[in-house]
C-alpha cells in the first residue's frame, strides 16, 4: 500500500499562485510515476501533470505554461507549482500515484485526500 499525503490548496485571487506538495510512504518500490487531478463537482475527475522519477513530465493543454510540476525523489514527494490561476482552476485536488512504461503513464488506485484550491475572479 502507498499513502499519499497532501498539502497546501487554498483560496487566492485570480493572477496569484500556489503550491501543492504531495508525500508517499508505505511500499513505494512499485511506482515510479506521481502526479495531481482535479475534479469539480459533477464532472470526472482530470489529469492535470504528471511526472516520472526521471523527470520526464506531461500536462494537461490547460494548465501548460502556468502549473510546473516537480518531484523530490529522496523525499518520495512531488509538487504541482501553479502560477496565472484562473477561476476556472478552481476544484479539489488529488495526488496520484502510479507507474510510467515509457511514456505511458498506468495511474494506480493511490489517492491523496484532496485539497481545495479556490481561485476567485
Known amino acids: 500500500q502507498v499513502q499519499l499525503v497532501e498539502s497546501g490548496g487554498g483560496l487566492v485571487q485570480a493572477g496569484g499562485s500556489l503550491r501543492l506538495s504531495c508525500a508517499a510512504s508505505g511500499s513505494t518500490g512499485g511506482i515510479n510515476g506521481m502526479g495531481w487531478y482535479r475534479q469539480v463537482p459533477g464532472k470526472q475527475r482530470e489529469l492535470v501533470a504528471i511526472?516520472?522519477?526521471?523527470?520526464?513530465?506531461k500536462y494537461a493543454d490547460s494548465v501548460r505554461g502556468r502549473f510546473t510540476i516537480s518531484r523530490d525523489n529522496v523525499k518520495n514527494t512531488v509538487y504541482l507549482q501553479m502560477d496565472g490561476l484562473k477561476p476556472e482552476d478552481t476544484a479539489v485536488y488529488y495526488c496520484n500515484a502510479g507507474r510510467f512504461r515509457s511514456i505511458l503513464y498506468q495511474s494506480y488506485d493511490y489517492w491523496g485526500q484532496g485539497t481545495q484550491v479556490t481561485v476567485s475572479s
Open positions: 511526472i516520472s522519477s526521471g523527470g520526464y513530465a
